[in-house]
Structure formats: C-alpha cells, structure tokens
C-alpha cells in the first residue's frame, strides 16, 4: 500500500515539473524540470504576443524579437555614441570655417546665444580649434594665462592646458604625438599623446578690468601650431566668432548612426572596449566593413536614436537617485551635479552609464579641472532643471534664484540660462543670457546677498539682475563658481531653490508680447 502511494506522488511531482503545455504522458528517464526553466507556449510581452512549440519560437516571434533585439542594442549603442558623435558636431562646425592646424576660431568678445554650443559660458573669450595629427606629431605654442583642456575624438581627456596643466600658466610648446607613435620624442616640450588623430583644444582666457581684449591679442601674439622640425611655422587663421550664427549641436536622426561609423572608420579604436564596439558591430558598424543597413534596420536604427535622445533628457532633466544631488539629504533640493562619478564616469570599478551619457547629451569639455575639489581651484558646476516644487520651469513664469551673502568664489560666479532644447544658450533679445559678479550694475541686498531672476519681462528696478527666458519654451541653468572656497565644501554656504515669482505671467506665445 506505501509503495502505491510513493509511486502516485511520484507520478504527480513529475507532471507539476514537466512545466508549460507539457503532456501528462511520463518516461522512465525523465528528470523533474524546476520551475522557470521552460517557456510557456505563449508569451505575452511588451512588444506583442510570442508562440512556441516545445520551446522553438515561431517565425513570427522570431521576427518580432530579432526587432526587439536590434531596438534594444541601437538604443544602448546611442546612449554609448553620445560623446563620440558630440565630438563630430562640434569638429565638423569648426572645419567648416577653414582646414585644422591653422584655423583658430576666437570668441573676442565672449561667446553669445547666437553660439548654439552645450552649455558653452559667456563669461570670458574662448579659444576653440582641431588639431588633425594624420601627417605626424603637431607643436602647439601656448600662451601664458589660459585655462585649457585636450580631449580626444572618443572624448577622452588627453591632458589640462595652461593654468592646470604642466605650465602652471606660464605658457610653453605642447607636442602633441598621434596614436602609435613610436619616433623620438625631443626635450623642450609638454608631451600629450591622445588615442585619435583629431584632437579638440580650447581654451579660456580672461579679462583684465572687464576688458577681453588684452588676453585674446596674448593669444595672436603668441600662438603657433606647426609640425614637429617645421622651421617656418605657418601663419594662423584667426577668425573672431563673437555675434555669429553658428552650431556645433549634433543631430539626433539618422545621421547619428552615419556620424558615428565615420569616426570608427577614420580613427583606431585600441581604447574602445570590447562591449561598446561590440553593441556599435551589432548595428552594423565595424572598423573596416561598409555600414549599409537595409530598410528595416534604416528603420529600427532611426526609431532607436529618437529614443536614445528622449532617454538621455528623461535621465539628464530627471535623475533618479541621491547620487546626482549636491545635497542629497535634503529631499526638497534639486540642485544637481556636473559629474556623476567624477570626469571618468565611474565608481572606481563600474562605468556610471546614467551619469556618462547624461553629461555628453548636456554638456562638452571633460577635465579633472572640472571637477577637483580644492579649495580655491579649478570650478565646480550646480544644475538646477526644476523650480522648489519640482516643476519644469516655464519661459512664460517669473521666477527667482536667492545666493546667500558671502558667494564662495574666488574669482568670479555666473548662473547662465540654457534651452532644454539645445542644451545651448536660451536665445532672447538678450545678446547674453546670464547674471554674474561680472554684470555692470548687478544690485546686491543690503545683507550681501544677490537675487538673480528669470523670466519673460524683468521685475522693475531689477534689470540687471534678470536672465530673460521664451513663453512656450522650458529651461534650466547652471551655476558656476571659479575658485570656490571652504564654505562651499563644507556646505556652511548653499544657494537657494528656485521659486516661483508670485503669479505666472500672462503672455502670449509671441515673446515681445511680454516686453
């Protein structure tokens, strides 16, 4: 009778295993299948209903998940492509003005919003060229007095410039040797050796009583970019850039995907790792291989870079996680870190993927500069994108930004309005969409503190004070600090939340309307 019974649960543990749309027939060899090992016969996901017979999908499903394969890779190949195709916006815009090597654009009186650059700063002039080391190692004479950075056509950072870099500010010849470089290297220079042939180079330099002038004549004075042995160094294009229409923004279309595998063909690909080439092969970019995707991959790949660009805004504009705040104790605090996991991106061991694709999709120009924590060194970067209540802010609202007296900053601070579109300059009638400590007329409160208002019309009796912003459009900004101080660290100084000026105000889409 025990045996019976032994045999008839033995009998019922086997078919509760055999799993989904198995028969109840039982073998002498079979082995009980535990749970989540079989695939139901039908599967009901995201991208529609899958069938199967046994575990073998059918060729519809086969379709359906090669089409959620290719979207899921694309997307993630975009996320990952962010600061390569960046670098290709802004190489292509300055090519576009004349050849590398001796082309040098200048910003002489400032960048302005007619620059459509991410987050560029009108703060002081900007020096921005290509250097293209296809023909050997290049020698660039740097003035004394910049503030400088080297990155790569992976966005890479090869070295700091200037102030930060090996001169310490006091100018000197940089040699600049082109990947696998093997030939002598001679004494007398500071050596960078970047993992691509284009090399991006720009540099700030500053003004002297308010004047931009005297930095950006050091910078014509001085400046040269030959070949290394070349013994007449040819003459410089300088092309002053203030006030002109002029993008660097990459696109986020199809042309993404033709952007990137340019760069792949074009430069080595020794530092990329394995797992980002490998998602840019999955899409047919290969090193080597035409990329000629058919119809459907035309398709997918166009479909993948819209959401690729939609995902980089939803995780730029609405960070999850206490990891992206200045003050992440505070719940009610939105301001926001330049860097999530430092200039590299990472942990120490992981890639930071959230924090690496955010930056490239908003900002340009990667630096430990940017990032160090020194007291009175380098700069540190605090985004705001929503107001106290955690609303998107409306070009069409007035609102207002409270810095504490004592504004922890060496040498200077700015707050400068940007479009959530561009990520570049809000474009208005103002020539400069900012307020800083080196505004004419900024009004400063009794107490020491500053109030920098946002808004389509200025509060009266507040006109330097104000940034002017578009009805219709939204917008964030960023607060920077040159030389901040102890008290910023320490977080005995913090800046306010953004608030909402009393009531909204009423304009219509047309923004002259407001004035």
Known sequence: MMKRFAL??????????????????????????????????????RFGTLHFFGGFPDAASVDKLYDNLDFQRAVQA???????????????????????????????????SRTVELTANDNT?????????????????????????????????????????PDHGEGGKYLVLPPGY????????????????????????????????????????????????????????FVDMSGKPFNMVAPADYSFWEQLNRVVQDEPTDEIDATTLGLWNSIGITKGKPFAPDDRMKKILTEAAAVGDATARAIMYRWRGADGYWYPDDPKSHWRLGFVGGYKFDDGRARLLNGYSGFFFYATGVT??????????????????????????????????????????????SVIVYDNQTRSMVQTDQQFPSVSSQTKGLKVNADGSVDVYFGPKAPAGEEDNWAQTVPGKSWNILLRLYGPEKAFFDKTWRPGEIELSGESSECAQDMHQCQ
């Open 125 to 165: 002039p900007y020096t921005w060229f290509w250097l293209d080391l296809h023909d050997g190692p290049m020698v660039v004479e740097v003035p004394p007095k910049v503030l400088g950075l080297m990155n790569d056509m992976w966005y890479k950072w090869v070295g700091d410039i200037g102030i930060t870099g």
């Open 368 to 413: 430990p500069a940017m990032d160090i924590r020194i007291v009175e060194k380098g700069s540190q970067y605090m985004a705001m994108f929503v107001d106290s209540k955690d609303d998107v802010f409306d070009g069409g609202k007035t609102y207002r930004l409270h810095l504490p007296k004592d504004i922890p900053a060496k040498d200077f601070w």
């Open 78 to 112: 975009y996320l990952l492509a962010l600061p390569v195709v960046s670098q290709v916006g802004n190489r292509d815009a300055i090519l576009s003005i004349g050849p590398a090597n001796t082309t040098v654009p200048i910003w002489e009186t400032m960048v302005d």
């Open 182 to 237: 093997t030939g002598d290297v001679p004494n007398g220079y500071f050596v960078l050796r970047p993992g691509s042939y284009s090399v991006w180079i720009p540099w700030r330099t500053f003004l002297v009583d308010g004047d931009p002038k005297p930095g950006v004549d050091m910078v014509k004075k001085i400046m040269k970019i030959y070949r290394l042995g070349d013994a007449n160094p040819p003459k410089l294009n």
């Open 8 to 45: 008839g649960v033995s009998a019922l543990c086997l078919l509760a295993f055999a799993g989904p749309g198995a028969k109840a027939d039982t073998y002498k060899y079979q082995t009980p299948t535990p749970p989540g090992v079989a695939i139901p016969d039908t599967l009901d996901t």
